[in-house]
């Protein structure tokens, strides 16, 4: 019985490609490989095979042709058809299925889109089904190669044709697979092929004829065109929100968020329909690929969706898990959207320290610049992660683009932060920039080296290239006048070069090029008093002072600073009136430091703190740092004021009251 029904399997399977079997087999030989290839792959399958099989299959009718009207059902020309699936013989369509299964077998043992070509060309004949499913495979090995040469294959272009001559007359399957396929391909998008398969979903799509889930797959093929489309998936968005969230699956989610994050100017439109997403969501993160993390974290940027706090919580505990993961662009999404987010751990943190760690030397340079990148936009103080970037910058200087190399070397003057091998580090990067200098961006090179300032490894060596005519006009390039943040980055270097390192005898800077205040809204190279700390401690000093004329607040001084409280003092040690000019002999600087002066959750001045204070004590202030952790621990005003008498009129101080 078994032997009698592998004969109908085989008789059967002859009514679709045996013809261009036997052709091929009877053909002389071609100095095609890859007719050589499949007629090898032919000739293996039909050895296997008995004789009498043989005899059995050949004597059907090959002549005829067929065709399929709704992509499926199977036919002659000119006999009569019969689509509906309920009508069709039972063993005929289990014949039918098996035959596909023997072509997508087929079809899966080719390694190059050339060889699936060459299969085809045996076949006299191949329904929508098949060809759809030769296209798809094609599809997934030039993905896998990462070629386009074959969208010139005048064989490829024979296989597209058949979809773009009738689509009406594809089903919704065919077409839906081959639109995704083409798509994937990298087929022009304003070809005439793309725009009759897209035109074709459109129609579909407002007569109502397509199901939920070809809505997911039209959806995310309009959102990969980047183009033409957006009306439909209006109609798409409209459509999924009568639908029920739980019968979708995890990937049918985010491709919603794809959908509407085509559609930004609509977003408060759906927002209610966002916020229902967005309660659901967290439900099937754990279920979700990277790829599908890090396109769902970027739809949350781009929707402005900061107040979907559970669903970045449950994102950021599945990244946590999975960092390995994610491929370097991927990573550096779900980075950024953390930072744009708001969200960040010590979980995450100590994740991407393992991460970096145990790569080391073999860390992917932009894999590097993206954790760097997000520790100091965050402004957490990593050691892990720096000493190993490091040691990346030292091996691989030489490798490096001028952006990746400020990438890498910003950070340590932003978080105030020297790895052990700082004398190493800075000599390569002082090699680099003398071999290189030239081919750094302008504003590139002057972030870079005004970050090593920050960290007191000043650029003397490049001062006078900095503030040269030359260098300057290239740093203003095509603009009326340059930006505020690099004249104050100008300005901070110069009094670098004036108050550290006085030995300095190069060019100076030109007056017009400095700023007068480091405080500026958009740019500012200090951090604003937190308010609520500076009230406390306005209070506790009128108290401690008896008068509020005893000390002014807020005070700009000739070096650009802004000090948050002044007192002036006697040569006696006696607190002055500070309306008084006579008779100063020492001004007290004090710095009411909040959390955003310090590396986050830890007691590290940032890089711009750090000189700012460095800078006061050089100009004759005595700094009284005055932090928020110290604050904190104050319950009562009576604590206040004797914590600032202690730190004002300590035994070291000669000042007295």
Not at 259 to 267: D, G, S
Request: proline share 6%; with cysteine.
């Amino acid at each position: 019985m078994a032997l009698i029904s592998l004969r109908r399997n085989f008789c059967h399977l002859s009514d679709f490609w045996i013809p261009g079997v036997v052709a091929a087999l009877k053909a002389p030989p071609r100095a095609n490989h890859i007719h050589k290839v499949v007629r090898d792959h032919l000739y293996l399958w039909f050895d296997s095979l008995q004789p009498e099989l043989l005899q059995v299959r050949f004597h059907h009718a090959y002549c005829k042709s067929f065709h399929s009207e709704n992509g499926h059902d199977l036919h002659p020309v000119g006999e009569p058809s019969f689509s509906p699936v309920h009508e069709e013989d039972p063993v005929e369509q289990s014949l039918q299925n098996q035959n596909e299964q023997v072509f997508h077998r087929r079809l899966n043992n080719f390694t190059s889109a050339q060889e699936v070509l060459g299969f085809l060309s045996t076949l006299e004949t191949l329904p929508d089904t098949l060809a759809v499913g030769a296209l798809q495979r094609i599809c997934e090995v030039e993905k896998r190669a990462g070629s386009q040469e074959i969208l010139g294959d005048s064989a490829f272009q024979a296989l597209c044709s058949r979809f773009e001559q009738e689509p009406s007359h594809l089903s919704n399957a065919v077409l839906m697979t081959a639109l995704q396929s083409l798509i994937v391909l990298r087929v022009d998008p304003q070809s005439s092929l793309v725009l009759n398969l897209v035109a074709e979903c459109q129609n579909r799509m407002k007569r109502g004829s397509l199901e939920v889930h070809h809505l997911f797959v039209l959806g995310e093929s309009l959102v990969q065109l980047q183009g033409p489309g957006r009306e439909t998936l209006e109609l798409i968005i409209y459509r999924l929100q009568g639908e029920k969230l739980e019968a979708f699956t995890p990937e049918d989610i985010v491709t919603i968020y794809r959908i509407l994050q085509a559609c930004p100017e609509k977003v408060e439109q759906h927002q209610k329909f966002l916020n229902t997403i967005n309660s659901f969501s967290p439900s099937v993160v754990s279920y979700l690929s990277p790829k599908s993390v890090s396109q769902m974290l970027t739809a949350l940027v781009v929707l402005d969706q900061t107040q979907a706090l559970p669903l970045v919580l449950k994102l950021g505990k599945y990244v946590v898990r999975h960092i390995p993961r994610f491929t370097h662009e991927e990573l550096r999404k779900v980075l950024e959207a953390f930072v744009y987010l708001g969200h960040t751990d010590r979980f995450l943190v100590r994740a991407l320290e393992q991460h970096v760690s145990a790569l080391c030397l073999t860390l992917d340079p932009e894999v590097a610049c993206t954790v760097t990148d997000y520790c100091s936009r965050k402004q957490i103080l990593s050691k892990p992660i720096l000493n190993t970037v490091a040691e990346i910058f030292i091996c691989q200087s030489e490798k490096l683009s001028p952006s990746q190399i400020a990438d890498l070397i910003e950070p340590f003057g932003k978080l105030n932060y020297l790895p052990p091998n700082a004398p190493v580090l800075f000599r390569k990067l002082e090699s680099v920039l003398f071999a290189r200098f030239n081919s750094f961006p302008p504003k590139t090179l002057l972030r870079l080296l005004h970050s090593c300032a920050l960290v007191e490894h000043h650029p003397v060596n490049f001062m006078s290239k900095l503030f040269s005519p030359f260098f300057l006009q290239r740093l203003q390039g095509e603009e009326s006048y340059l930006d505020p943040l690099s004249l104050a980055q100008l300005t901070q270097l110069f009094l670098t070069s004036v108050l550290e390192c006085p030995f300095y005898k190069g060019p100076k800077l030109l007056s017009k090029y400095r700023v007068k205040s480091f405080f500026t809204p958009c740019c500012s190279l200090e951090t604003p008093v937190d308010f609520h700390l500076y009230k406390s401690v306005v209070i506790g000093l009128m108290d401690l002072l008896g008068s509020r004329l005893c000390f002014a607040s807020k005070v700009l001084t000739p070096c650009c600073y802004t000090i948050d409280v002044v007192i002036k003092v006697n040569e006696e040690g006696f607190v002055l009136p500070f309306t008084a000019d006579a008779d100063v002999h020492k001004r007290v600087a004090l710095c009411i430091d909040g959390p955003q002066r310090f590396c986050s959750n830890s007691k590290h001045l940032l890089g711009r703190e750090a000189i700012k204070q460095r800078h006061l004590r050089l100009l004759g202030y005595q700094v009284v740092q005055v932090p928020y952790y110290e604050l904190e621990l104050l319950r009562s005003r009576l604590k206040l004021v004797d914590y600032l008498q202690r730190k004002l009129f300590s035994q070291r101080s000669i000042t007295r009251w």
